[in-house]
Each structure stands twice: as C-alpha cells, then as structure tokens.
C-alpha cells in the first residue's frame, strides 16, 4: 500500500517538468483506489503542502510579497470554499467531482491552453478559480502554474513567491479537512513521503530537455489528465 503512492508520486513529479507540480492531479485516480475519495484529496493536500517547502530554499530574498499577498487574497477564500464543499459531499458525489474537475484541467492544460487564458483573463479570476479547483481536487495543477505569470514579475524567480501561495492555499485546505481526516501519525506519514517523492521527481523533471518537456506539457498530461477522468466517472456510474 506504501509503495505504490510514493512509486506514484515520482512519477507524477518527473511528469509535472519544469512547472511546479501540474501533474499533482493524476495522484488523485490512484489514491481513490487505495484509501478511498474521501482521503485521497487531503491526503495529495498534505503531500503538496510538504513538497513545496523545499521550493522556499535559498529563494526568499525573491519574494514579491505584494503580488503574493494580492494573490492569496482571491486564492486562499476559494479554496477554503473548495474543500468545504469537498467535506460536505458523499463519496459517490465527490467521485463525480473529481471526474468533472479532472476533465476541466485536462482541458485547460490541451495545447498549453492554461497560459493562453491566464494571459487574456483578469488574475484575480484565474486565481479564484485555481483555487476553487484546488479545494475540490486536492490540487489545480495546470491553472495553478498558469498563476505564475500574475504574482510574479518577471525576471524574477518565481519559484519562490510560488512556493508561498500553495503552502498558505494547500493549508488552509488542510485545515478544513481535518473535520473529515483525524491527523493519524500513519496518514501524516504517508503524505510527507508523498510529498518527498514528488518534489525529488520535480528535481529530475526540471533537467528534461525543453522539446520534452513541452511534450509532456501539451500532450501527454491532458491525454492522462483525460483518462483519469473518465476512470472516475465510470466508477461513479457503476456505483
């Protein structure tokens, strides 16, 4: 049971490349099958929380703490609204939650679509709805990188500044969940591992060559993103 979520997340972190975690989501139809929907979401929650604070290593002189206030401001209230409508579900509605909200990010991530409407959308808006996402599914991931661009300046690193935002987003999340998921050491555990192996699988992602990782990007995340989906909604009809 141990082996199969940190073999997961490697991997999913090797998929997500050089943009934070994007491919966070796809842990989702994994963990569905062994701790169940209702643990599954808090349980990527708590992994995200942890494999971002290594982002925050060396790079907090680059913080651009107004645009990362201004940022949470929209994203840490919608997300709180997320996972509290998350906890107030059945597990036969949060697993066609999670298939409708795998579909909207597959779509969103086809051909690199996330950047091309965060670049023509109000940020506060593209935020909001990141976090809605996040509060529904555990985690945006292609909306969420698709935010870098408004709360970071460029040049600047935006790893960092980044890094700020999903830690206060993923706990305040985390915070709602715990009405739902009693904070056992084993539960703790896992998800800390999680969290270790997605961030180790980023390291490796962020070396790919760019062409690759653009494919990964464009093609093969929403392709899998997709196949998700549909995996959890055909588990709900047969429900």
Do not use: C
Not at 6 to 28: D, H, N, Q, T
Not at 29 to 44: D, E, F, M, W
Not at 133 to 152: D, K, M, Q, Y
Request: charged share 10%.
């Amino acid at each position: 049971m141990v082996i199969l979520p940190l073999l997961g997340a490697l991997v999913i972190g090797l998929l997500s490349g050089r943009e934070g975690y994007a491919a966070a989501p796809l842990l989702a139809v994994l963990l569905v099958k062994i701790v169940g929907v209702g643990q599954a979401i808090p349980l990527i929650t708590l992994a995200l929380l942890v494999a971002n604070l290594p982002l925050l290593a060396g790079g907090w002189r680059t913080i651009e703490g107004r645009e990362v206030a201004r940022s949470l401001l929209v994203a840490v209230p919608a997300a709180a609204m997320g996972a509290l409508i998350f906890t107030q579900l059945g597990n036969e509605w949060r697993l066609l939650l999670l298939g409708v909200v795998l579909v909207v990010l597959a779509a969103t991530s086809l051909a690199g679509f996330s950047h091309w409407l965060a670049a023509r959308s109000p940020a506060s808006a593209i935020q909001a709805v990141a976090g809605l996402v996040s509060g529904l599914g555990g985690s945006s991931g292609p909306l969420a990188t698709s935010v870098a661009g408004s709360v970071v300046t460029p040049p600047a690193p935006a790893a960092a500044s980044l890094a700020v935002v999903a830690l206060v987003v993923h706990g305040a999340k985390w915070a709602v969940f715990q009405t739902i998921i009693p904070p056992e050491p084993t539960f703790i555990g896992l998800a800390a591992a999680m969290g270790a192996a997605l961030f180790l699988g980023h390291l490796v992602g962020r070396r790919l060559p760019i062409r690759l990782d653009a494919l990964l990007q464009q093609v093969v995340l929403p392709g899998l993103l997709l196949i998700s989906a549909v995996m959890l909604l055909i588990w709900f009809a047969r429900q």
